[in-house]
């Protein structure tokens, strides 16, 4: 069935044969000495039709076990509350719309003039204040871009670096979104586990042993578990990064402007492309998705080139209201105000579940608390909907090591809620 005398002639034709349905997935393809013996070509050929067929994502070797035809990735979990719960949810991972500003206020500082094509992409008031909040963030001065979100940099950003099949090193746990956006961008995960203190340095140090072209660190408010960076764990994270610096390295400080916890450096001045990328989703609302990007100059430019193929820019209006929220020192007085009620919320639901007797949990950074435990969430989870409460089961965050625990979503618990809340996890964890 499969034909051919060059790699490329015999790429297509396995090609065609996946389109039209002759070749299904999960079949197995013959063996490289098979297929060679079978076209009187030599298997080198063969061989390098296969690894195409690996990193264009219309396969994946299996080692001895061969090499398979590549299925569809199925669909994973997605961040988002259900609003047709009738369970009070506390698993969407959303901020409190009440700690949201009010963008009416800002409709004025729009600038009224069309902004037209060739006009440049990053207006130039965001651009300056842009710059002086990256300015102690960076190994060195970078370039800023804006995009449509985190996960829109970060996925831009290793499709400029990176070819399908590359491996990409991430938490794990991870954040769902980052876990979709590898699936379906054809890139591999290589995970590391995280502890309180973020990501494992001989974890990262085997990956990148292992041929990671990438790596994405979240240092403050990770998510799922709320971990951020201890001062000791940033500075041997950046001393090995030091000894790679070839790699792509992509901090996503999605919680900056929100954080409790302190910043501390792990992109090394040997590292040759990075990029900070930092979002105003639990700022100012997900539907208001921008990010701000700073990054060496060689990345940006291979970034704007993504961004010019596409939409080109991040709307201006949008930019002008992010700009002129950022500006306002009414907002950032209430930003303070925010980032200690996210605080004080994981306080006292760690202090609740201490008065139930469970000293498991540690509180951490962000909008969502980490209850780990020993065996698999559902039953647990179950329990507490019986109970009136919708958690995330963590074993969806898993990327290899099962994450057995609850994330629950703090932003709209009142205190009485976190006493009540306590109190039903204390009875959904009894045997």
């Known amino acids: 069935m499969i034909d051919g005398k060059t790699a490329n002639e015999i790429f297509d034709n396995i090609r065609q044969h996946v389109a039209s349905g002759r070749l299904t997935p999960g079949e197995t393809l013959p063996s490289v000495r098979e297929l060679a013996t079978a076209l009187e070509i030599n298997r080198n050929t063969v061989a390098a039709a296969y690894k195409r067929l690996v990193t264009s994502g219309l396969a994946v070797s299996l080692g001895r076990n061969g090499t398979v035809i590549k299925g569809l990735p199925s669909p994973v979990a997605l961040e988002g509350s259900n609003p047709g719960t009738p369970l009070t949810d506390l698993s969407g991972g959303n901020p409190d719309p009440r700690r949201l500003p009010d963008l009416s206020r800002y409709f004025t500082a729009i600038n009224k003039s069309p902004r037209l094509y060739g006009d440049a992409a990053v207006s130039p008031d965001l651009r300056k204040w842009a710059t002086r909040w990256m300015q102690n963030a960076t190994p060195h001065a970078g370039e800023i871009d804006i995009t449509s979100g985190a996960i829109d940099a970060i ?4 499709c400029a670096h990176l070819l399908p099949g590359d491996s990409v090193v991430v938490e794990d746990p991870c954040f769902l979104s980052s876990i979709s956006m590898l699936r379906y961008a ?23 042993q292992k041929g990671a072209r990438a790596v994405i660190l979240t240092p403050r408010a990770h998510n799922p578990t709320g971990c951020s960076l201890s001062a000791s764990r940033a500075a041997a994270l950046h001393a090995i990064l030091a000894r790679y610096p070839q790699v792509l390295v992509i901090v996503d400080d999605h919680f900056a402007l929100l954080s409790s916890s302190p910043w501390y450096p792990v992109i090394a001045r040997e590292t040759q492309h990075w990029a900070v990328v930092r979002s105003m989703s639990k700022t100012l609302g997900p539907d208001l998705r921008l990010a701000i990007v700073c990054s060496d100059a060689a990345t940006s430019a291979k970034l704007r080139l993504r961004l010019n193929s596409g939409s080109q820019w991040v709307s201006h209006l949008l930019q002008d209201l992010v700009c002129a929220c950022l500006s306002d020192e009414d907002f950032q007085q209430s930003l303070h105000h925010t980032r200690l009620f996210y605080a004080s919320q994981q306080q006292k639901l760690a202090a609740a579940l201490r008065h139930q007797g469970i000293d498991s949990v540690t ?12 065996d698999a ?37 009142s205190d009485s809620d976190i006493d009540t809340l306590a109190a039903d996890i204390h009875q959904a964890l009894q045997r």
């Open 377 to 413: 969430s559902q039953a647990v989870a179950f329990k507490l909907a019986k109970s009136g409460w919708l958690v995330r089961e963590g074993e969806v965050f898993a990327v290899n090591t099962p994450a057995h625990g609850l994330r629950i979503t703090l932003s709209t618990l």
């Open 155 to 158: 996925e831009r950003l290793l």
């Open 186 to 208: 054809g890139f591999g995960a290589a995970p590391v586990l995280v502890d309180a203190e973020g990501m494992l340095p001989e974890g990262l140090e085997q990956a990148l």
């Open 363 to 374: 509180p951490g950074d962000g909008l969502n608390l980490w209850i780990p435990l020993h």
